[in-house]
């Protein structure tokens, strides 16, 4: 049975998590294929914060240093949602201190999974805003359900904010440069068919079909020697990830000082409010 290859590892925020002699990221060595699941799990919309992010690279380590594991599936445990993107509140009336550490974390999960050796598929099983669609482009493959609320895109520009150079190159690397001009200055969300049309996701599959898929997707991959893929991926992608690395520290002061201009606050801050409304 496919589900057999599929090892687990939870991603949970603390504040969320049950008793606290639990591991906050469990990973069980029972898989013998070498086929890790990372389900995101930090409810109600699997929001990015700086523990979700902290925790996600943790977790990467750990399977990128065990060499039992040679893939791994990410994916969401929030239905319908695969993530809501960088933690809004993370980035809105906290100390330079904290925004500096915020993004030193979103800085380093780009960087691991965007290098990682590990062959990573998305299952994305949810809408995929930002940051969410961020996790999806560093992933070699991308499965979305066919559902018409699971729009995926980068939608920065509607905040009132701008995806950083490191964040455009890896959607031009994924969709080309003329699509992710469009995309990102009109922050368009795709639904699934257009995310397909334009190369966002690589297939799009009926809903409860989205796990099964990126299992046959993986094994295809994993059918390469990885010597060979790795550095291959490495051909493609190192040149766009040494860009960021050259410049980590000028890239966290740039974005300091632009998540303090109080025009950036008052934009954040107006977003946050109309999510929150939208239930009163
Ligand atoms: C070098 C750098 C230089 C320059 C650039 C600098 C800075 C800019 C970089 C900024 C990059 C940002 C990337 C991002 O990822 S920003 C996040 C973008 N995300 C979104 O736009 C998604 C927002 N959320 C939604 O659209 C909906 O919540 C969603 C469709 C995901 C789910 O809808 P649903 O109806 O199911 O739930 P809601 O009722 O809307 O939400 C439930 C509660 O969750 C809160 N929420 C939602 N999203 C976030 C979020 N991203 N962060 C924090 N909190 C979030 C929402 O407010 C609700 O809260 P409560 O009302 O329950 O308190």
Not at 9 to 32: C, M, Q, Y
Not at 110 to 115: G, P, T
Not at 159 to 176: E, H, I, Q, R, Y
Request: contains cysteine.
């Amino acid at each position: 049975m496919a589900q057999d290859l599929v090892d687990g590892l939870l991603i949970k925020a603390r504040s969320h998590l049950p008793p606290p002699s639990e591991p906050l990221g469990k990973l069980s060595k029972r898989d013998r294929k070498g086929v890790a699941v990372i389900k995101l799990k930090n409810p109600p919309v699997n929001s990015l914060s700086l523990e979700v992010l902290t925790e996600f690279v943790i977790s990467l380590e750990k399977l990128e240093n065990d060499k039992t594991f040679r893939g791994v599936i990410v994916t969401s445990d929030c239905p319908g949602i695969f993530s809501a993107g960088l933690d809004l509140t993370e980035m809105c009336g906290k100390s330079q201190a904290h925004y500096a550490e915020f993004w030193r974390a979103v800085q380093e999960l780009w960087l691991r999974l965007y290098l990682s050796n590990l062959v990573l598929i998305a299952a994305i099983n949810g809408v995929s805003p930002a940051g969410g669609c961020l996790i999806s482009l560093t992933c070699d493959y991308r499965v979305l359900a066919d559902n018409p609320k699971y729009n995926i895109g980068l939608n920065e520009t509607l905040l009132g904010v701008v995806a950083p150079s490191w964040f455009k190159d890896t959607l031009v690397n994924t969709v080309g440069h003329r699509t992710a001009e469009r995309a990102l200055q009109l922050g368009l969300l795709f639904p699934p068919a257009e995310a397909l049309r334009v190369g966002m996701v690589d297939q799009v599959v009926p809903e409860d079909q989205v796990h099964s898929t990126a299992l046959s997707v993986m094994a295809q991959w994993l059918a390469v020697p990885d010597h060979a893929r790795q550095l291959t991926k490495s051909l493609m992608r190192k040149p766009t990830a040494d860009r960021l690395v050259k410049q980590r520290d000028a890239d966290i002061q740039y974005f300091l000082q632009f998540v303090s201009r109080d025009s950036i606050q008052k934009s954040l801050r107006m977003y946050l409010d109309k999510l929150r409304q939208k239930k009163g």
